[in-house]
């Protein structure tokens, strides 16, 4: 079954960096886009990045663009979110979510929480 | 700048019926906006329940159903349950490799 596991949040200060994984397993990642959303506390989801199967088209949120970067490494079955210059209103859960092939989010990780505080 | 609408609150009587909406600020959504929905309990990841705007997602059962009313995408729940008690939302492909997510509906059962 499709597994998606998140890790490498934490605390970060304001205008730190932080570097999020997505290990995937179950399907055959090399022919699926991949999506980061993210939740504040409290709040609704928020559409972040998504990054074709191949990596070589990436897209984001005008709230994220110029400090967030996409990435994966399908020989490894891995996602990747480079998060600099963060910000407080950054602080929140990220989950990868796996594209599907009717432009929805097919699968859903638990996530991995990212608090931006000094 | 491009907002997804969505009812803040909605309650529904146990075996009752609701219908959630998914609106845009300006114009229209319809089916090229591949709408899908999403449902989240406290603490726990998003499921999905519909995508392309009226197909069920594996395992979701049939009284979830997808639709377009009007100018907006909609979610109906039929025969509602207590554990339908969740948080929806909805996203709308914009295209250019856009996705806007809706501020989410919190459903009480009761």
């Known amino acids: 079954q499709v597994q998606l596991v998140e890790s490498g949040g934490g605390v970060a200060q304001p205008g730190g960096s932080l570097r999020l994984s997505c290990a995937a397993s179950g399907f055959t990642f090399s022919n699926s886009g991949m999506h980061w959303v993210r939740q504040a506390p409290g709040k609704g989801l928020e559409w972040v990045a998504f990054?074709?199967?191949?990596?070589?088209?990436?897209y984001y949120a005008d709230s994220v663009k110029g400090r967030f970067t996409i990435s994966r490494d399908n020989s490894k079955n891995t996602l990747y979110l480079q998060m600099n210059s963060l910000r407080p209103e950054d602080t929140a859960v990220y989950y990868c979510?796996?594209?599907?092939?009717?432009?929805?989010?097919?699968?859903w990780g638990q996530g991995t929480l990212v608090t931006v505080s000094s | 700048q491009t907002v997804v609408t969505q009812e803040p609150s909605f309650s529904v009587s146990p075996g009752g019926t609701v219908t959630l909406t998914c609106g845009l600020n300006s114009g229209s959504v319809s089916t090229s906006y591949y709408p899908s929905w999403y449902q989240q309990t406290p603490g726990q990841a998003p499921r999905t329940l519909i995508y392309?705007?009226?197909t069920r997602s594996s395992g979701v059962p049939d009284r979830f159903s997808g639709s377009i009313l009007g100018n907006k995408a909609a979610l109906t729940i039929t025969g509602a349950q207590a554990d339908d008690e969740s948080d929806y939302y909805c996203v709308l492909y914009m295209g250019s490799g856009i996705w806007v997510f809706g501020g989410g509906t919190k459903l009480t059962v009761l």
């Open positions: 990054t074709r199967y191949d990596g070589n088209n990436k």
């Open positions: 979510a796996k594209g599907g092939g009717q432009l929805e989010l097919t699968n």
């Open positions: 392309s705007t009226n």
